[in-house]
């Protein structure tokens, strides 16, 4: 493989794995509190 060809594929790999890394974060952080803070949110704005 020429130089060239290996930066674009280890920059492919490491946008793909920050993606992941986003991907999981989020639905790691909506998977359980979504109840929770949708009630929040409800009870937030009806105090206003």
């Known amino acids: ?3 060239g060809k290996i ?5 492919m790999l ?3 794995m920050c ?3 986003v991907a999981f974060y989020f639905l790691g952080n909506n998977t ?3 109840n ?3 009630t929040a949110a409800i009870l937030q704005t009806t105090e206003i």
């Open 14 to 16: 490491f946008f793909v």
């Open 19 to 21: 993606f992941a890394a």
């Open 1 to 3: 493989m020429s130089k």
């Open 32 to 34: 359980q509190p979504s």
């Open 36 to 38: 929770q803070q949708q």
């Open 7 to 11: 930066i674009v594929a280890s920059m």
